[in-house]
């Protein structure tokens, strides 16, 4: 049986660009006998020809500019401009879908419910589409399992994971052109955009300790080719817990800066239900380590990862050609207490929502900095609700491979500015 490299690859190296430059791309590749290679070694080729080529591996299509527009409801359908959907059904090794019922057994305690879900969730209508990732086997942190996984160590070859620092990336690092670059029609033609992973919500999809409102710590962390160190997209401290209910959004905290996908990334993480004092008496939500390797356009997926006490839901899509959005808000002339939900709407085969904020503003200040994967010529569309009465504005933003803009809001109780700053990486 004979292979092309770029099947190999999983569309990663060699794949004829989309949107390029004006420049001559290599169209051909050689074709190699696969033999005995299996889906390791093929992981493994990978990444070791996106460390080699992780410059030239960008696709450079940019689809049709998408007109800006203040309105949602407005924002201009894009199907007829794109090509025919792929089909989006993740690969086997890395999420099943499972046909039977969820069973999570819990142990003998007076405040755990007998099951954490009922029998028939998955015959229920509104559980489709929810996958299971292929957690790996003795891939927990707080035992050390993960340390020790000889395994996980052979085909995470270029990965330290005993080394927990966080990237020392910094969001925006090419905001700015440089002297290398050279424009086309607009486009800088020497920084590319590149693939990357978007994380679009994580929620508390069930947990048999109570009904009311837990306290969850821990953190989601995923590494990338960048750097392999962990880029945190949730980080909650035990002293300082959250309080989710069952079915809830749990707080993003991140990520730090965007997450390249031009070769698969591993996704840590350690969730606990603070339950006492001491530590020790904390129960496990989840723990271990799973590859991401979805490499194709596609709407959000939702991943459900399965813990002792509960599960929780990561919803996430593959960005092709995207650029990385830092955005920044302010807010200032603060004359009464209101409340503010904040949203960023991105691209993925269709508009899809990023809760960004959402709280209570009592005085002027700063609301942090939020990093979103957008297509390279798509709009990205800001929303945001406030105070009781629901008032909602919007602000559009194209993306583009460097610069930044800015946008205001004025109300009668407050002021808001917007900054989104534009960069490749």
């Known amino acids: ?51 080699c080529w992780s410059t030239v591996l960008a696709r450079r299509d ?10 949602f409801n407005h924002l201009p359908s894009r199907a007829s401009d794109m090509q025919p959907h792929h089909l989006c059904i993740p690969f086997a090794s890395v999420a099943t ?33 929810i996958w299971f990732p292929h957690v ?14 000889m395994n996980l160590r052979k085909e995470w070859f270029d990965v330290d994971i005993t080394d927990r620092t966080e990237t ?21 033609l020497f920084h590319f955009p590149r693939h990357m992973l978007q994380f679009f919500s994580v929620t508390l999809a069930c947990c048999p300790v109570s009904n009311a409102p837990l306290q969850l710590y821990g953190y989601i962390a995923v590494r990338d080719l960048r750097d392999w160190m962990l880029n945190y997209v949730v980080n909650h401290s035990r002293d300082n817990p959250i309080f989710v209910q069952q079915g809830s959004l ?44 979805d490499q194709w356009p596609c709407k959000s997926t939702k991943h459900r990862i399965n813990g002792k006490y509960g599960a929780i839901d990561i919803s996430l899509a593959y960005i ?30 269709e508009y899809e929502e990023i809760s960004l904020f959402n709280g209570t503003i009592g005085q002027s200040c700063g609301q942090g900095r939020f990093v979103v994967a957008v297509m390279m010529d798509t709009v ?46």
């Open 380 to 425: 990205m569309l800001l929303k945001f609700k406030v105070g009781n009465d629901n008032v909602v504005r919007y602000r559009t933003f194209k993306a583009k491979q460097h610069g930044s803009e800015s946008r205001k809001i004025k109300l009668h109780f407050a002021t808001f500015s917007v900054k989104v700053t534009w960069s490749t990486i």
């Open 62 to 71: 940019g689809p049709t500019m998408a007109s800006a527009s203040a309105y």
């Open 250 to 293: 749990i707080e993003m905290t991140g990520p730090k800066r965007a997450i390249d996908m031009v070769s698969p990334v591993l996704i840590e993480f350690d969730m606990r239900i603070k339950n006492g004092e001491q530590e020790k008496d904390d129960l496990e939500l989840i723990d271990g380590a799973f590859a991401f390797r």
């Open 1 to 51: 049986m004979q292979w092309s490299l770029v099947g190999l690859c999983r569309k990663v190296v060699f794949e004829s660009p989309h949107w390029r430059p004006r420049a001559p791309v290599l169209r051909e590749s050689r074709l190699i006998t696969a033999g005995t290679l299996n889906f390791n070694h093929l992981d493994r080729l990978s990444r070791f020809f996106s460390c």
């Open 320 to 349: 092709e050609h995207a650029v990385e959005a830092t955005i920044e808000i302010s807010i200032s002339e603060v004359h009464m207490d209101f409340s503010l939900s904040l949203s960023s709407y991105i691209y993925v085969l």
């Open 97 to 129: 879908r499972c046909t039977e019922a969820l069973n999570t057994k819990c142990m003998d305690t007076s405040n755990i419910r007998e099951k954490a879900v009922d029998d028939d969730i998955y015959a229920n209508p509104a559980a489709r589409g």
């Open 168 to 188: 020392l990336l910094e969001p925006a690092m090419l905001s700015k052109a440089t002297e290398e670059c050279s424009y086309d029609l607009g486009y800088c």
């Open 136 to 149: 790996y086997k003795n891939s927990t942190h707080r035992d050390g399992a993960i340390y020790e996984n």
